[in-house]
């Protein structure tokens, strides 16, 4: 029996294979990314903590001699065990390593993939009708917002996706519904473009912002930069109804419609949030890259076919 095996056995360590899922299972929880496994960590304690580790297990260290420099080097067994772990997962190719997501990210972080979401949905147990919302980003997806983001702002442009549909499988249109949306709300630096509300849960990992097609999903409407825009939940429903459109400078438009809101609709207690926030010849808040604006043809269809005029 080796020194690192006889070590893992005295101190009841966890078997391998539970740390792969439990990585995979928390790759999920912080929506597909985690930093490297270096001392002082937090992902290194909350993955411990997943175990019940006593210290001795968490701070329990291998010491190997390097002969030819004559010194000798300690290794927190628990960190090489959960190196150990994560890189049989990205040689079985449902991660991969912060050396290969830093080319395409800039973090050095381990970033599942689509192979991996599907086997920490089995994992999770999560509802098959669930897979289309989730907010994981896996490789593909960062490669597909990459993608996304570097192609050039089209002059002529359709904002229907005229693709046949059933020559697109689940798994492609699930990493192009989850890209769509990460894409937009990082371009208006997670904030709603109507009402400038920015807010993320307490974990920090999901934000309130949305991404709104302007060109309906449901009516083929394009899953790129240039038929969204991202917004609040209240102003996501009230676009889609056809409260508000833009105008081709991005100005707000209100529906007439709205002075016929009767008696306290649209208020929080005492104050009248949805009227308020919808101000004519209001400019929206846009990205700071002009290239990921609205497309002009997408802002013209929704005026046209929703906007309540």
Same mark, same amino acid.
């Not at 038929?227 to 400078?249: E, P, Q």
């Given at each position: 029996?080796?020194y690192?095996?006889?070590?893992?056995?005295?101190?009841?360590?966890?078997?391998? +294979?539970?740390?792969?899922?439990e990585?995979?299972?928390?790759?999920?929880?912080?929506?597909?990314?985690?930093?490297?496994?270096?001392?002082?960590?937090?992902?290194?304690?909350?993955?411990? &903590?997943?175990f019940?580790l006593?210290?001795?297990?968490?701070?329990?260290v291998?010491e190997?001699?390097?002969?030819k420099?004559?010194?000798?080097?300690?290794?927190?067994?628990?960190?090489?065990l959960?190196?150990?772990?994560?890189?049989?997962?990205?040689?079985?190719?449902?991660?991969?390593?912060?050396?290969?997501t830093?080319?395409?990210?800039g973090?050095k972080e381990?970033?599942?993939?689509e192979?991996?979401?599907d086997?920490?949905?089995?994992?999770?147990?999560?509802?098959? &009708?669930?897979e289309?919302?989730?907010?994981?980003?896996?490789?593909?997806? +960062?490669?597909?917002?990459?993608r996304?983001?570097?192609?050039?702002?089209?002059?002529q442009y359709?904002p229907?996706?005229?693709?046949?549909?059933?020559k697109?499988?689940?798994?492609?249109?699930r990493?192009?519904?989850?890209?769509?949306?990460?894409?937009?709300?990082?371009?208006?630096n997670?904030t709603c473009?109507?009402?400038?509300?920015?807010?993320?849960?307490?974990?920090? /990992?999901s934000?309130?912002v949305?991404?709104?097609?302007?060109?309906?999903?449901?009516?083929?409407?394009?899953?790129?930069?240039w038929?969204?825009? &991202? /917004?609040?939940?209240?102003?996501?429903?009230?676009f889609d109804v056809?409260?508000f459109?833009?105008?081709?400078?991005y100005?707000?438009?209100?529906?007439?419609?709205?002075?016929?809101?009767i008696?306290?609709?649209?208020?929080?207690?005492?104050?009248?949030?949805?009227?308020n926030?919808?101000?004519?010849d209001?400019?929206?808040l846009?990205?700071d890259?002009?290239?990921?604006y609205?497309h002009?043809?997408?802002?013209?269809?929704?005026?046209?076919?929703?906007?309540?005029?």
């Amino acid at each position: 029996m080796s020194y690192e095996r006889g070590m893992l056995e005295k101190l009841s360590m966890p078997a391998k +294979q539970e740390v792969k899922d439990e990585i995979i299972r928390t790759l999920f929880r912080h929506n597909g990314s985690i930093k490297e496994f270096a001392s002082g960590e937090v992902i290194v304690d909350e993955i411990a &903590a997943q175990f019940s580790l006593s210290k001795e297990q968490r701070e329990s260290v291998l010491e190997r001699t390097y002969l030819k420099e004559s010194r000798i080097v300690k290794t927190p067994l628990w960190h090489r065990l959960l190196y150990r772990a994560a890189n049989e997962l990205a040689n079985a190719h449902l991660v991969t390593r912060p050396s290969d997501t830093i080319h395409l990210t800039g973090k050095k972080e381990w970033l599942i993939t689509e192979k991996g979401i599907d086997l920490a949905i089995r994992l999770m147990k999560i509802p098959s &009708a669930q897979e289309d919302k989730l907010p994981v980003q896996s490789y593909e997806t +960062q490669e597909e917002i990459s993608r996304m983001k570097k192609q050039p702002r089209p002059e002529q442009y359709i904002p229907f996706d005229e693709r046949q549909k059933n020559k697109i499988t689940k798994k492609i249109t699930r990493i192009r519904s989850r890209s769509f949306r990460q894409a937009i709300i990082e371009a208006y630096n997670f904030t709603c473009s109507v009402c400038g509300l920015k807010i993320n849960s307490p974990d920090s /990992l999901s934000w309130e912002v949305e991404a709104a097609h302007i060109v309906p999903h449901r009516l083929n409407g394009k899953d790129d930069i240039w038929n969204g825009i &991202a /917004l609040c939940r209240l102003h996501h429903w009230a676009f889609d109804v056809g409260w508000f459109s833009f105008s081709n400078n991005y100005r707000m438009l209100i529906s007439p419609q709205l002075r016929n809101v009767i008696g306290d609709f649209g208020n929080i207690g005492d104050m009248a949030v949805f009227r308020n926030s919808l101000v004519s010849d209001k400019r929206i808040l846009l990205p700071d890259n002009a290239s990921f604006y609205p497309h002009e043809n997408s802002i013209e269809w929704h005026r046209k076919h929703t906007f309540c005029s």
